[in-house]
């Protein structure tokens, strides 16, 4: 199908990491991305990763890319309050608009 | 630059009533996407246009869902008539091509009533 899948939901404690996984259906997305939306606000680009890497690592965040099994992970290390939010993952298919998730809710207990 | 504009960002109006929601896009972006976010369905794709030509409007509810683009640097979505299932978020996102990265605005919060 068509679905780009994510978990709905996932509850961390602060200062444990957090690891979003995603799961996509293009094999030759060229670009993967990972937006974030905090309550009230539209989404914002958090980081992405081009389709020929398998990691990429920005400050407190890592990207991780299976290519053969399509999947695709979001991990942050010292997960604040402040990273509570709904996150997206999305992939680019040709001529088409970006295919997004339903996104995961992440909730940060201090 | 001040980003993807969109008016009003708070809309209530009462069922069978006209809502036009308005948007700005980012300047030298050719596309203009049109989402919808509920709990129950999480985010939609309404519709999308590349150089103010609707390109896919297959996630358009209904015929009472209707987007323009007259211009580079303006687009309306209007739901005529209203009704309370509409009521939703709704975001319009701009980008260059249109497998690129997307900007979004704050968001329209539509109740209808």
């Known amino acids: 199908g068509e679905d780009v899948e994510q978990s709905l939901f996932l509850s961390v404690r602060e200062g444990d990491s957090s690891v979003i996984n995603c799961t996509y259906t293009d094999s030759s997305s060229t670009y993967l991305y990972w937006y974030k939306q905090e309550p009230g606000a539209g989404l914002q680009l958090l980081t992405y990763i081009f389709s020929n890497m398998d990691m990429k690592q920005d400050q407190r965040l890592t990207v991780l890319l299976n290519k053969k099994d399509k999947h695709l992970s979001l991990r942050i290390a010292d997960t604040q309050t402040g990273d509570s939010a709904i996150y997206f993952c999305a992939e680019d298919q040709a001529g088409t608009a970006l295919i997004f998730g339903k996104g995961t809710t992440l909730s940060v207990s201090s | ?113």
């Open chain 2, 1 to 113: 630059d001040a980003g993807v504009i969109q008016s009003p960002r708070h809309e209530v109006t009462e069922m069978g009533q006209e809502v036009t929601l308005r948007c700005k896009p980012i300047s030298g972006h050719n596309s203009l996407f049109w989402y919808r976010q509920t709990m129950m369905r999480g985010l939609e794709l309404l519709i999308y246009f590349n150089n103010n030509v609707p390109i896919d409007d297959s996630g358009m509810p209904e015929d009472r869902f209707s987007a323009k683009m007259p211009n580079a640097s303006f687009s309306t979505l209007k739901i005529q008539p209203s009704e309370p299932r509409d009521s939703a978020v709704y975001f319009c996102a701009s980008s260059r091509p249109e497998g690129y990265e997307q900007y979004f605005g704050p968001g329209t919060r539509l109740t209808v009533t």
